[in-house]
Structure formats: C-alpha cells, structure tokens
C-alpha cells in the first residue's frame, strides 16, 4: 500500500522518475511492515503463523531451557544451532538468529504467548515433537538438569500436552528401572496384553508419517522418539 502512495506523490513532483523512487522506498517500507508483522505474531496476535515466525517461536523457547539454570552451555548452543541449520538451511538459520539477536533476544519472551500461538495454529503431534527438541537441548551437554525439567514442564503446560505424554517424553532421556513403563505410560504392574496395547498405541501416536508436514529435522526427531518406544517394548519382552 505505502509504495503506491508514495509512486503517486512522486510522480506529482518529478513525473516519472519521481514515481519510481517513490515506489523503490515504499516497497522497502512494505516489507519493513510485513517484519513487524511477524515480530509481533511471535509474541501473541492472532495472525496466522509463518514458517520465520515459527522458527522465531522455537528459537525463543529453546532460549529459555538453555537458560534455565542459570548456565549458557556452548553445548547446547552449537546443538540449536546445528538443528536449524539441518532443518531450515545455513542461510535462512542464520537470518533467524540475527533476528532474534537484534531484536526479540532484547525483549522479555513470553513463553506463555509464543505456547498459546502454537496451540492456535499447530497439531498436536508438531507440539509434542517440540517437546521432544527441548528435551534434547537440555540434554546436548550429557545430562537434563532439575530445572531444565521444571522450565520444559512449564512450556509443556502451556502447549497443552497432557501430563501423561510429557512423562513419556522426558522418560526417553532418563534411564531408570521405570523408563520402559513410562515411555509407554503404563505401570509397572501392567499385564502382557496391557503393554502390546499400549505399544500399539504408542506407535500410532509417534509414527513419523504424523510429522510429514515438518521440516526434515523434527521428522528425525519425530523417528527418535519411534524408536524410543520400540526400545522400551523390547526391553519390557
């Protein structure tokens, strides 16, 4: 819109060279326009989710778990930055974090508005593999610590995944005698028959075909976290 008004006002003043400036400098203060658009998408409108702001969104969270506590491990760092760039190309993740370092990373992030955004305008299953990432974040220096949990339980919240999945999430990364049950969420009472259904189940619910509309990173994590369930039913058998 700006640069048609400003291709008019400047033909009126210098004819057609005039209008061409004009529509030169109103094309570059349309896209301006078009990046505060997204800035504020990230942060809680209503508008519907581009695939920058979605990048913004996940980088934005990833930031809170490696901060967490209270330590920004290089680790994980070079594993946010490793992931992007697999997922979304050197270019585009580069453009993704200069934005973030310039802008929103100078602002206070809202992890309960960029989670209420997700909720509005991804499935289900993208969520829970958005869960998965965080996970693996904190996970990237060896070990998931007690409040790397709790910050990944709180964005679980309000991402709206139920409390049974984030356990069998979070079990994938602790190894302890309940892991197996846990995964599947089952108990460890759990009959023959209770623990095929619940793999079943399972595996309909982390089949990578449900993350076909990702991009080819989450779909490697989606198949990670397949595999995970493969593992607890083996170990249980």
């Not at 619910?205 to 493969?230: I, R, S, T």
Request: contains cysteine; proline residues 2%; glycine residues 6%.
């Amino acid at each position: 819109m700006i640069r048609w008004l400003l291709a008019v006002l400047g033909y009126f003043i210098y004819r057609f060279p005039g209008a061409i400036a004009g529509f030169i400098i109103g094309s570059l203060l349309d896209n301006l326009s078009v990046k505060g658009k997204t800035f504020q998408t990230s942060f809680g409108s209503a508008q519907q989710v581009t695939p920058a702001d979605f990048e913004l969104n996940l980088l934005s969270l990833a930031s809170l778990v490696i901060k967490a506590d209270g330590q920004v491990s290089q680790t994980e760092l070079d594993y946010v930055r490793q992931y992007f760039v697999q997922a979304y190309g050197r270019e585009r993740a580069n453009a993704t974090f200069k934005v973030f370092n310039e802008v929103i990373k100078k602002h206070e992030i809202s992890a309960q508005k960029i989670c209420n955004n997700f909720r509005q305008r991804t499935r289900y299953e993208s969520r829970l593999q958005i869960l998965h990432f965080l996970f693996s974040i904190a996970n990237a220096d060896g070990s998931v610590s007690t409040a790397e949990v709790n910050e990944i339980n709180r964005i679980a919240g309000f991402l709206g995944v139920y409390a049974r999945d984030f356990e069998s999430i979070k079990a994938m990364f602790f190894k302890n005698p309940d892991s197996a049950y846990k995964i599947l969420e089952i108990d460890r009472t759990a009959t023959n028959a209770e623990i095929k259904a619940a793999y079943r189940t399972m595996v309909k619910k982390y089949h990578p075909d449900k993350l076909q509309h990702m991009d080819e990173a989450h779909q490697k994590g989606g198949e990670e976290k397949f595999n995970k369930v493969q593992e607890a039913y083996e170990q249980l058998q």
